[in-house]
């Protein structure tokens, strides 16, 4: 996107993992799951755009995450 439309102005992540029960329902292995979900694949998403926005030196930044 950067090189097509020449620099990233602003960068939202939504962070989006569902489950249909009650949280006593959800096993302990799927908790782990949406927990790499909401924070490592966040990490992992801003590390991979963090170079660009380096070079540009300006950007926002827009985060969304839920457990709801």
Do not use: K
């Amino acid at each position: 996107a950067a090189t097509v439309r020449g620099g990233v102005s602003f960068w939202v992540h939504h962070a989006v993992y569902g489950i249909v029960c009650g949280v006593e329902g959800i096993p302990v292995n799927r908790s782990r799951e949406m927990f790499a979900t909401y924070v490592f694949g966040s990490r992992n998403v801003l590390r991979a755009v963090l170079p660009q926005l380096r070079l540009q030196r300006h950007c926002d930044i827009g985060q969304m995450s839920s457990l709801a």
